[in-house]
């Protein structure tokens, strides 16, 4: 069987399931059974792929089929033009949050916290963004830490990179002059309407925290005035509907020059703030 037969067999697999862009999932999915990079898959689709490729494939799209993503079944994605490592124990990075990398690159830092780390793609990306910068990622998830200090390595940031198990800033010492979250946002009404990619897969405590889902921004916000240096920022990343209401928390938390960032397409995604 050639890769474009390969490819054509199992599409209409994929769309019975409700899989959403089958044919590119398809194509990353092939590539990453035969070895070759994305980018080169094209050329090499009339040739024919090995037994062990062709059982590789298989196994990635019955994998797919469950409406696993895409991320974990080929172990990582690229965020910011670098490549971090996906398990399921992290949050899959999303474009969107590109938003505030972008923000927190528009100033200067040399501390950065980053609370929720995950697979430590903010953080990481930051450190590797301004080569002279150190910084904190925090987790309550100790398996989230782990792939984070893995991917830390992997990105040559390890050595300006520590990573702690807290609840938020409830151990976290020292103060920075930027403070990152992509904290659980998702109201719990919403969670149900959630694509099988997110609620089956990506773990609950990064997406909700339940009730109307702004739950983890109080918490940050009540305690991240001890951990910012004078005019130091805090970044945000909230659901296209939280804006206002994440701002306003910014206001009632004493701080100044509240902001709120829209992404790509125009929807709120970050809030910005300023420590007096």
């Not at 930027?178 to 149900?192: D, F, K």
């Not at 609620?199 to 997406?207: D, G, M, N, T, V």
């Amino acid at each position: 069987m050639t890769g474009a037969e390969a490819l054509r067999a199992a599409l209409p697999r994929l769309q019975a399931a409700g899989v959403e862009g089958a044919a590119r999932d398809l194509r990353l999915l092939l590539a990453f059974a035969t070895g070759i990079p994305p980018d080169r898959l094209t050329p090499a689709l009339a040739d024919p792929i090995s037994a062990s490729a062709a059982d590789r494939f298989e196994a990635a799209v019955l994998a797919r089929v469950s409406r696993q993503p895409v991320s974990q079944i080929v172990g990582g994605r690229l965020f910011w033009g670098r490549w971090f490592s996906v398990t399921p124990d992290v949050l899959d990075p999303r474009p969107e949050t590109e938003t505030l990398i972008a923000a927190a690159l528009d100033g200067e830092f040399s501390r950065v916290l980053d609370l929720g780390t995950g697979s430590g793609a903010i953080l990481i990306t930051l450190l590797a963004e301004r080569g002279a910068a150190t910084g904190t990622g925090v987790d309550l998830s100790g398996k989230a830490l782990s792939v984070a200090a893995a991917n830390a390595a992997a990105l040559s940031v390890a050595g300006r990179a520590t990573f702690v198990q807290s609840d938020w800033l409830s151990t976290v010492s020292g103060r920075f002059d930027l403070v990152v979250a992509n904290p659980p946002y998702i109201a719990e009404a919403e969670m149900p309407g959630l694509s099988p990619e997110v609620r089956l897969w990506e773990p609950r405590l990064a997406l909700t925290p339940g009730g109307d889902g702004l739950d983890a921004c109080r918490s940050i916000l009540r305690d991240v005035r001890s951990v910012l240096l004078p005019s130091g920022r805090i970044l945000l990343e909230t659901g296209a509907s939280q804006g206002d209401a994440v701002a306003a928390l910014c206001q009632s938390a004493g701080l100044q020059a509240v902001t709120v960032l829209q992404d790509m397409d125009g929807r709120d995604r970050v809030v910005s703030a300023v420590a007096a």
